[in-house]
């Protein structure tokens, strides 16, 4: 399920901001192989093999037409 594309982007940068590997980009599948932008996939998870890593993957929706509340003073926009 998509997920707004801010919501997406305030959790890579905390991740990021916490010493986490973060890739962004279109997933794509070529002979097998899965790529996000540039990256191989395959190549880059294996910069952390044994370790234990947790992996989160967002598709990114369109948030046009949402109305969002703000938390602090209720405020909608």
């Given amino acids: ?3 707004p594309s801010t919501t997406a982007r305030e959790l890579a940068n905390r991740a990021y901001g916490a010493g986490a590997s973060v890739l962004r980009g279109q997933l794509v599948s070529d ?3 899965l790529i996000i932008g540039d990256m191989d996939l395959q190549e880059w998870l294996r ?3 044994g370790h234990e890593v947790i992996l989160v993957a967002a598709s990114i ?3 046009e037409g949402q109305r969002r509340t703000c938390r602090i003073c209720g ?3």
């Fill in 47 to 49: 910069e952390h093999v």
């Fill in 61 to 63: 929706g369109e948030t």
């Fill in 31 to 33: 002979g097998g192989r």
């Fill in 75 to 77: 405020r909608e926009y």
């Fill in 1 to 3: 399920m998509p997920i």
